[in-house]
Nanobody, 123 residues
Framework: QVQLVESGPGLVKPSQTLSLTCTVS??????????WAWIRQPPGKDLEWMGG???????DYSPPLKSRTSISRDTSKNQFTLHLSSVTPEDTAVYYC???????????????WGQGTQVTVSS
């Protein structure tokens, strides 16, 4: 079955760029109709859809984060990557990668999730 695993640093300094990678196994990033996203949950807050990339490489971003977010993929490695620039302590959260069928901006619509990775922004 499809499995997602997030990787990246657990601690990032303010003003730096956070980069996380999601490695997909048991399925292909280019499989027709699927959509791959980054979703985060700050402490005590709800899940927040950040953006994603479609099976054919189109990207979408949450408007509040669009100016700081970039999502790319490496199909040879079956990985997709999140870059979030100019981070502040408010970006501290558990970050998840997830898969849905078609573009979805609501976290509940995603059926396969990684285990999540804690990222703390602190000096």
């Amino acid at each position: 079955q499809v499995q997602l695993v997030e990787s990246g640093p657990g601690l990032v300094k303010p003003s730096q760029t956070l980069s996380l990678t999601c490695t997909v196994s048991g399925g292909s990033l280019t499989a027709y109709s699927y959509y791959w996203a980054w979703i985060r949950q700050p402490p005590g807050k709800d899940l927040e859809w950040m953006g994603g990339i479609s099976y054919d490489g189109d990207t979408d971003y949450s408007p509040p984060l669009k100016s700081r977010t970039s999502i790319s993929r490496d199909t040879s490695k079956n990985q997709f990557t999140l870059h979030l620039s100019s981070v502040t302590p408010e970006d501290t959260a558990v970050y998840y990668c997830a898969r849905a069928e078609g573009l979805r901006t609501v976290a509940d619509d995603y059926d396969i999730w990684g285990q999540g990775t804690q990222v703390t922004v602190s000096s």
